[in-house]
């Protein structure tokens, strides 16, 4: 009998209960899209602050001190290098996955036929690499530079071979030497020389408008320099610092076990950096300040600002299924009270009131959530040009957040209704 | 007269009784209300907030000199080019070698309240300098000279005409006590900082600017036309945009916003259709009254004329409630997150008022609507 009353109301009445399935529907899937948005936004966030650049640099430890002080005085190189077969090591530390993009630098000093002096730099433009992970990565200045306007020609694409001995030149120095795209420049180096063609000339904004960016191997080879380089610059995910990162960064040997293993294995830039000392061979690697710090100011914001907007469209949701719940079920007062004038106990109706109800919800919370799920894949397209990462704390938030509602919202109607007197509700006041 | 005062006493009246139910509706109207100001407000003042947090990254434009000569007033008549509401800070900077122990390190002299404003990612274990005689030092030449936050350096300096003449080449040197030291990743830590004042009376001369730092709180395309005007009118300054900071934060803004008005939407989209679900359930159990005014010869139009007069007092409540609850929400929103408060929009006042009166009058005419069409017969049946 219980059975079939609820399956009459739910036919019969269908097109009341499909708007209060309609409007939980909403209110899921609301909440669904927020959640999902707002868990996801740091890390999408933090993608994109990538085009700042490197937030770590890693160079040799002898040069660390020593070769800007030189470099005051004319000299150029402090003969410390790094080895460039330890590069692939950094996609093995133990935050491999948070390293989106690295690149090493060598820098050379050569001169041009006319005994112009100019400064060489060899790095990665889009250098494939296969970790032994299987994962594929492009890795270089193409994705490390990316507030570089080339202003004529291309970016060199170092994956064709034909490239070899090609470079890219800064805007000011082009200027300066009359060079343009498509023109070859013969350039000597400490102990070799050869002929680049020029594919692309670049506006930097700074100090690198002034030099020459060649393939790796090719400025090496100008100075005698094969398998050396001055430094790595290396873009990394990570989480702002905290007490204890800053604690750490000054010296990790003075944490305790636990804050050690805490800090170790969780994203903090001083962490990262320390697990890149320990693969590369005497190197000290340091956090870029500028990059780093901001990063952690802008992704905190921008997470505390979605957590309240997020806090206010839960609130918004719930009180709107709240809401309607309430006036779905006061509305029935004389169904109720002709079931109590034919003798129904309190529990019985309550029952059935609360079993057609979460019918309902349960139903208007599935179709939400898969609709959230889409208007977060929306956002997450239309803004970051990536799809929202599911993340399965959100399916019981919803789940309890709609049955929590859907209680408190009938739960004050019920109690009106099981106050009312039979009589006077069938009589019409 | 009559009429209108009868129709004004019919609405009141209803709502007056019904005041359980009508609350339940003017609550969910006063949360649309709220989601639509809080938001649209949220929404016009996030690039102007998040900007400020992006002047982190540090300077955005620099003036370097067009010639030879760059003095501290050129780029005094070049930062009064740009708004005070939009400049964060200036720091001009004088670069000159100098010894500390014989061995060369570039000192740079700067005003430091402005280059606390233009580097406020500089991290300094100490304090920075705030008086004549103190210096603060990068980390890499505190390693190498073991220098300590508190104790004490000199810094030597030889005159450049000295050097040339045959006179026994006498140093002016200066005491300093270290105030802090400098740490920040990058080649700022191989550099001594001092005010301009004490590198002025170490080099005993006024001398030029290298450079000078501006923060700036603008967009890429405001920034290029102040470098634009200062270019032009300032024959000795050479203005230029730091490329790094500006086309970045133009990409990470661009996409923050978007995300905001995204998720403004999508959030008012479905609180709006929510409040219509709620207007459409509270008329339509009304579907009885309909029916015997209609029996007792009532129009079809004055029916429509008197609940939907209704809905919109209510809408007008709610959505007056709603912009006061929108705009302390929003501040709450800035002071929490950003510390700064929000600036009111009036024009958001009226928008929300008359938002959530069309959307209540909407969504109670489609029951009204299906309730006068029926036969009043059968809507007093209760079919």
Known sequence: MFFRMIRGTLFRQWKKMLMIAFTIALGASLATAMLS?????????????????ANITVVPKESSVLSELYEVEGGESSGAYLREDELGKIKTIFWAFNIVDY?????????????????????????????????????????????????????L??????????????????????????????????????????????????????????????AQALSDLDGCIDSIEVSALTTPDNELAEKAAKDPSSLTVSQYETWYCTAYVSSICYQIQEVITDSVASPVRQVADSEGAILEKTQLLMILITILSLIGAALGICNLVTASVMERSSEIGLMKAIGAQNGAVSGLVLTEIFITAIIGGFAGFFA???????????VFGSSITMRPMVIPIVAVLVVIVTLIGSIPAIRMLLRLRPTEVLHGR | MTKRKMYFKMITA?????????????LSIAIGATVLSGLVTIYYDVPRQLGAEFRNYGANMIFTANGDELLLDEVNQGVSYISDEQLVGVAP????????????????????????????????????PSQSGEIMVGANVAENFRLKVGGDITVNYTPEEKETSDEVVVDNSIDFKITGILDTGGSEEDYVYMSLDDLQELTEDVGNISVAELSVSA???????????????????????????????????????????????????????CVATTMT????????????????????????????????????????????????????????????????????????????????????????RSATDVDPALVLKGE
């Open chain 2, 93 to 128: 900077y004088r670069y000159e070698n100098v010894r500390i122990n014989e061995i060369p390190i570039v000192a740079a002299g700067t005003e430091i309240e402005g280059a606390k404003l233009t580097s406020p990612y500089w991290s300094v274990d100490g304090e920075w």
């Open chain 2, 219 to 273: 967009n890429s395309d405001e920034l290029t036309a102040y470098a634009d005007k200062i270019n032009s009118n300032i024959p000795s300054v050479s203005a230029r945009l730091v490329k790094r900071v500006t086309a970045s934060e133009t990409t990470v803004l661009t996409k923050l916003q978007a995300l905001v008005l995204l998720v403004t939407i999508v959030v008012l989209a479905l609180t709006m259709i």
């Open chain 1, 103 to 155: 690149a090493p630098f060598v820098n050379v000093s050569a001169e041009l036929d006319d005994g112009t002096e100019i400064a060489v730099v060899g790095s990665w433009f889009n250098h494939h690499m296969e970790l032994p992970t299987g994962e594929q990565l492009d890795a270089g200045v193409t994705s490390m530079r990316s507030w570089w306007e080339i202003s004529s020609g291309e970016w």
């Open chain 1, 37 to 53: 948005v707002m868990l996801d936004v740091g890390d999408k966030v933090n993608q994109e602050l990538k085009t700042y650049g």
């Open chain 1, 372 to 382: 959230g799920f889409g208007f977060a894949q929306i956002i997450g397209h239309t």
């Open chain 2, 14 to 26: 209803s709502l007056m009784r019904r005041r359980s139910r009508m609350i339940v509706a003017l």
């Open chain 2, 281 to 368: 359930a509270v008329v339509a159990e009304r579907r009885k009254e309909i029916g015997l005014r209609k029996a007792i010869g009532a129009s079809d139009k004055s029916i429509i004329i008197e609940f939907v007069g209704e809905s919109m007092l209510l809408g007008l409540l709610g959505g007056i409630l709603g912009t006061v609850l929108g705009f302390v929400f929003a501040q709450e929103v800035s002071v929490n997150v950003f510390n700064s408060s929000i600036s009111f929009r009036p024009l958001l006042v009226p928008i929300t008022i008359l938002a959530s009166i069309a959307v209540t009058a909407i969504s109670s005419l489609i029951p009204i």
């Open chain 1, 157 to 218: 694409d170092e994956q064709n071979h034909s490239n070899d001995n090609s470079a890219m030149v800064g805007k000011a120095l082009a200027e300066k030497e009359n060079i343009s795209v498509g023109s070859t420049i013969h350039i000597k180096g400490n102990t070799n020389d050869n002929t680049f063609t020029v594919v692309g000339i670049f506006d930097a904004g700074g100090d690198e408008d002034d030099k020459i960016f060649v393939p790796l191997n090719a």
